[in-house]
């Protein structure tokens, strides 16, 4: 795992969408998730891994959104046609049918789409995971940490096409967000950086403000 900064150029890459734009958000209320599709127990477990994400983020998990119940919303199934049988999910994802359609024909195994409120900052994020093979080797921990990773703030569509901001410690098989992009989670939230942002010279602020943050914890760990 790397303890290197992440220079400007590549955070701005990070957030860069689908049209070339720099698009940043985070999430601007407490996040209020619920899980549908597993057992009990998994579920403990998976937000036990959620929540330490957050925790990177000075974000806690609370039982319940004021205005929607709940903003973090997580279904899983083994199958796409499955969704079908979740009521109104279809009003909550626009051309949901369409949706359906495109990641049955890619062989997607997990979607996400966001909302966000008048200030730019992320309002709701619903999350659509296919248990596939794949996933089926993947720790719960890991599961929830790297899903988590993806949910905190609102990345480019190819953010982690090349590299992969989790990684698995050798000593106890753990997961964890890597140190150069908890560093960049932790200056996101920095209540001097703005809630969303869209012009390039953000990520200069970011990054500068993300490598002396890993600098200090890199300082604690020594």
């Not at 795992?1 to 890459?13: R, Y």
């Not at 957050?54 to 205005?67: H, K, R, Y």
């Not at 369409?98 to 008048?118: C, H, I, M, P, W």
Request: include cysteine; proline fraction near 5%.
């Amino acid at each position: 795992m790397s303890d290197n900064a992440l220079p400007p150029g590549q955070v701005e890459k990070l957030f860069e969408a689908a049209d070339g734009g720099y698009r940043f958000s985070r999430w601007g209320r407490e996040i209020a998730p619920v899980v549908f599709g597993i057992d009990d127990e998994t579920l403990g477990h998976l937000k036990d891994a959620m929540a330490s994400v957050a925790l990177i983020a000075g974000m806690d998990f609370v039982e319940t959104d004021p205005e929607l119940g709940a903003n973090l919303m997580m279904f899983f199934c083994t199958d796409w046609d499955e969704l079908d049988m979740v009521p109104n999910l279809d009003a909550m994802i626009p051309d949901f049918d369409v949706l359906k359609a495109s990641l049955k024909r890619t062989g997607a195994n997990q979607y996400r789409t966001f909302s966000f409120d008048e200030h730019g900052s992320i309002k709701v994020c619903i999350v659509l995971l296919r248990f596939d093979e794949h996933m089926a080797k993947t720790s719960i921990q890991t599961l929830g940490v790297g899903q988590m990773a993806q949910c905190i703030l609102l990345w480019g569509d190819a953010a982690f096409k090349d590299t992969s901001p989790i990684a698995i410690v050798p000593q106890n098989g753990m997961c964890i967000v890597k140190p150069n992009y908890a560093a960049l989670i932790k200056a996101a939230y920095d209540p001097a950086m703005p809630p969303s942002a869209v012009a390039t010279s953000h990520a200069m602020r970011l990054a500068a403000r993300a490598g002396l943050i890993l600098e200090d914890m890199i300082d604690e760990d020594a």
